[in-house]
């Protein structure tokens, strides 16, 4: 009994986590259980194209999938690597509204006009930032797309939960991975 109310319990959970995983695909054909190898491109960006910080929080990101990746068999190698990992990032600035309401924003009270008229409006109660992380997995010798998918999820604004983050992250979404962990 104690073991099936555990497995519910963290059945709604994990439903409750905020972390969305979508637009997998998987190339035709493709077996990605008869790769070994794996690594990921380089980064070629500099200047003030990248932002403070990105480089170590790129690396936590990496960390996070190398694990995965290990998890499922695979070693990385910058020695001829079968495939190639392509990490693509998108970061949004949310505004969190409400819309009001006359019965707790618009008190009742005495106004002496008759063409007084009370409107709903938007009101800002919050920001956050929303992130996104694609992966590409790429056939190095054909330079082909095999496998991809995104997740999603709400950043922490506590910069040293970015790391949690990055590897709940990663674990929700190679549970999507079509090679299970060994």
């Known amino acids: 009994m104690k073991k099936i109310l555990v497995v519910v319990l963290l059945g709604v959970l994990s439903a409750c986590s905020s972390v969305k995983v979508t637009h997998i695909f998987t190339a035709p054909n493709t077996n990605l259980a008869n790769y070994k190898t794996f690594d990921f491109y380089q980064l070629k960006a500099s200047g003030d194209t990248i932002s403070k910080g990105f480089t170590d929080r790129m690396e936590v990101l990496k960390s996070a999938i190398a694990f995965e990746m290990i998890r499922r068999g695979y070693q990385q190698t910058s020695n001829h690597p079968q495939l190639l990992i392509n990490i693509g990032l998108q970061v949004r600035s949310q505004t969190q509204t409400r ?3 006359w019965q707790t924003d618009g008190a009742y009270r005495y106004m002496g006009q008759r063409n007084y008229s009370w409107k709903s409006e938007e009101v800002v109660v919050g920001t956050y930032k929303q992130g996104a992380v694609t992966l590409h997995l790429v056939d190095a010798t054909q330079n082909t797309l095999v496998w991809k998918a995104t997740v999603h999820d709400v950043l922490p604004s ?13 674990k929700v979404l190679f549970e999507k991975f079509p090679v299970p962990v060994q």
């Open 158 to 170: 506590n910069v040293l939960k970015l790391s949690e983050l990055a590897q709940t992250g990663m």
């Open 99 to 101: 819309v009001t309401d």
